[in-house]
Every structure is written in structure tokens, then in C-alpha cells.
């Protein structure tokens, strides 16, 4: 009756005693939970020591690699990285920050283009491909970015502060392609996304236009 373990997201279901057992195994009681957790790694991602020697920079919730805060590993879901159009301009020295619900209006223009992503299972350090890298400074147009959280607290834990956050590191070199995301699919909102009831699988059909095959883009 062995699970195999995968890459990826594992949900783990625990139960455990007090004393080990010897003869019957007494009742647990309320000492159980699960959680959610890589077992395995998805491609053996290299040590942050290769990186030791490069400058980055950070975007945190306070003010590469995912920073994931250790008093949170259970609470934090998953993050991305936007960027914002290059039209929008905001106050500097009073940036929104909060309840992404709250900013819809000023986040309107910065929530389409993401510049990286990490959901549990994730590889903590993702090392790009050695002909492309991602546009940072110089004539990219991009000055501000939005980082959104997505927590799992189905406890309802109250008083819980996070500073997960994500670090890229600069290359010495500049390389060949600039790296972006393709995003594909259908939106995650109740009219676009609707799971039918009693199904054990289901289809969703997403469309994009006709345009989108006439642009060239380089995969790895």
C-alpha cells in the first residue's frame, strides 16, 4: 500500500503519540494535521554558494531565490512577481501596500505581466538557462513591481507577520535573450474557472487571438 512520492507538491496526512508504542498503539487524540510539502526535487537546482560571488537584489513584504520566511513555511502558498506597465506612475514616497482587493484600481494596469512565480513544490532557487536572463535597469521599461501573497491559514491562526520575499541575483555577463513568461489558460475567477459538481474530471476550453501565432517566441 506505498504512495509513490513525486515531484512536486505532496499533501501529507500525520498522526502521532506521545511515547513510542509497545504492544497496542494508543489513540492520538487532536495530535494531527497535514501540510503540504515537496518531497523530492523537480531537477536538483544548484546551491546558493554558485551565486556567492554575484550582487542581487530583493522584494520583500517589508518595504533567484524565494525567500520563504521560516516562521511561515506552513502558511505561505504561493507569491508572484508583476510588472507594472511602464505607463504607470505611482508616488514614491507613498506606495500602496495591503490587501490587494483594497488597491484593485491602482493595481489595474500592474497585475498582467508576470516577472517570476513560486507556489509550494517550487524549487527554492530556479537558475535560468545559461542564453537568457531576466532585463533588469538599462533601457527596460519597467520601474515598479507588485508582489502578491497567497496564504493557506485553515486554522484561522491569528497575529501572523510574514517577510517571505524573492531575491534575483545580477549575472556579470549580459545574455543573449531576455527571459519572460507565457501565460496560457483561462482566468482564475468564478465565471471563467467553475468546477461542476459530482465530476471526477472536467474541460475547460481557452482561447487567445488569431494574432498570437503570428509572434516568434524562444522556448528551453
Not at 158 to 180: A, S, W
Request: net charge negative; glycine share 6%.
Amino acid at each position: 500500500m506505498d504512495v509513490e512520492i513525486k515531484s512536486g507538491t505532496n499533501v501529507i496526512i500525520y498522526a502521532y503519540g506521545l511515547t513510542d508504542p509497545i504492544g497496542d498503539i494508543n489513540y492520538h487524540q487532536n495530535r494531527r494535521g497535514s501540510r503540504m510539502t515537496p518531497l523530492q526535487s523537480y531537477a536538483n537546482p544548484p546551491t546558493e554558494n554558485k551565486f556567492a560571488s554575484l550582487d542581487y537584489f530583493e522584494f520583500r513584504l517589508n518595504n533567484h531565490k524565494t525567500l520563504i520566511d521560516p516562521n511561515n513555511v506552513d502558511l505561505v502558498h504561493h507569491l508572484v512577481l508583476y510588472e507594472c506597465d511602464p505607463t504607470v506612475k505611482f508616488d514614491d514616497n507613498n506606495l500602496p501596500e495591503g490587501v490587494c482587493d483594497d488597491y484593485y484600481r491602482e493595481f489595474s494596469h500592474c497585475l498582467s505581466n508576470t516577472a517570476t512565480v513560486w507556489a509550494v513544490g517550487g524549487e527554492e532557487i530556479v537558475e535560468f538557462p545559461t542564453e537568457a536572463g531576466y532585463p533588469v535597469g538599462g533601457d527596460f521599461g519597467i520601474k515598479y513591481y507588485v508582489i502578491e501573497m497567497h496564504y493557506n491559514n485553515p486554522k484561522l491562526i491569528p497575529n501572523r507577520r510574514d517577510n517571505t520575499g524573492i531575491r534575483f541575483y545580477i549575472g556579470k555577463e549580459l545574455r543573449q535573450y531576455d527571459l519572460g513568461y507565457l501565460a496560457f489558460g483561462t482566468s482564475s475567477n468564478a465565471l471563467a474557472l467553475t468546477i461542476p459538481p459530482k465530476v471526477d474530471q472536467f474541460i475547460v476550453d481557452s482561447y487567445c487571438p488569431s494574432e498570437f501565432s503570428k509572434v516568434s517566441y524562444y522556448f528551453r
